[in-house]
């Protein structure tokens, strides 16, 4: 059975973890970490302690900012990805404990395409380069 590491929980809720195979389970924000734990196999868990996290990204749609999923990016185990029946109350949760500038908007499907047709001139420059 996991351990909670946290000694006093601000949020509970309802989460699904979208890492390989969807799982369902709930997210737990406390004063040491970000915890996850599946429902239905307890030793199914996720720990993430503040100081391990490098930043949180949150896929937000255009025109309604609504808050999809987010992702938490550790700085050494990749990342993790999540949705809570709120996510925007999750963050809300969450930054009590992560500075406010490592809470970022992910790029979405305009933001990244838009950068990719940017990039074509430079690309096709390189091509045609004379190197030394």
């Not at 601000?10 to 599946?38: I, R």
């Not at 429902?39 to 937000?60: G, K, L, M, S």
């Not at 029946?85 to 838009?114: G, H, M």
């Not at 047709?117 to 690309?123: F, H, L, R, T």
């Amino acid at each position: 059975m996991a351990q909670s590491q946290n000694s006093t929980v601000d949020l509970a809720t309802p989460a699904t973890c979208l890492m390989g195979l969807t799982s369902h389970g709930n997210v737990m924000v406390g004063n040491k970490a970000f915890e996850y734990y599946n429902e239905r196999n307890p030793e199914d868990f996720i720990q993430i302690p503040w100081d391990e996290v490098d930043y949180i990204a949150a896929e937000v749609l255009r025109g309604t900012k609504k808050i999809t999923r987010f992702a938490i990016f550790t700085k050494d185990n990749g990342h993790f990805t999540f949705s809570t029946r709120d996510d925007k109350e999750t963050l809300r949760a969450v930054r009590r404990y992560v500075d406010e500038d490592k809470l970022v908007r992910s790029p979405d499907f305009i933001d990244v395409t838009a950068k990719g047709a940017k990039s074509i001139p430079s690309v096709i420059k390189n091509l045609f380069h004379k190197g030394n």
